[in-house]
């Protein structure tokens, strides 16, 4: 009797993943990774088949990280970071190069620049931008420092890919910055002549 090979209906998580891991096989800088997961990212971003309940759960008292998948040879790894309305970010950068999208709600991201004077330190904002669902992003150390926070009044659910093994790093951020923030000069003056 004639036996039928029986195919394995691929997920749409696992597309994603190929499309990143074949996106990242024809790359070679940090510069080229992140902008190559980002846009191996895009097309699945707000697809209802991608997340599972669980992976959209979020908690209360903070945003919440699902890692999602690692790469065999820990080359990067996909991390789902859940967020209900208001959670943020502290201010922060990163192990390594990162791509991150919108799946799901809204969030806002601010860029800011570390400033040495006189011997401190302090960030300056150097832009903000709202993302929604199928934006995506790419960041490269250094000069990625940077928070996000969910701007909607609904939850948010982003998905971002990492150059490293955040179960061997243990967190994608390299550093978190507790240093006051100044608007530049010409801000400043905006500012203070509209208040
Ligand atoms: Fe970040």
Sequence with gaps: METMARVTPCSVFDRMIRRIESALYRTSTPDQMATAA?????????????LTPEQCEPDPERYRPHVLHVAPDGRFSVVALVWMP?????????????????HRGAETEVQYELVEEYGGQYLQPV??????????????????????????????ISIHVYGADVRVVGSSVRHRYDLP????????????AMA
């Design 38 to 50: 980002a846009s191996a990212l895009r097309p699945f971003l707000g697809h209802p088949g991608l």
């Design 127 to 156: 832009g903000t931008v709202t993302n929604r669902v199928g934006a995506v992003s790419a960041l490269v150390p250094p000069g990625d420092i940077h928070a996000v926070v969910n701007s909607g009044s609904e939850l948010a």
């Design 86 to 102: 208001g959670q943020e970010t502290q201010v922060h950068d990163h192990v390594s190069w990162c791509a991150f999208g919108v």
């Design 181 to 192: 923030v100044r608007l530049a000069e010409p801000i400043l003056a905006f500012a203070q």
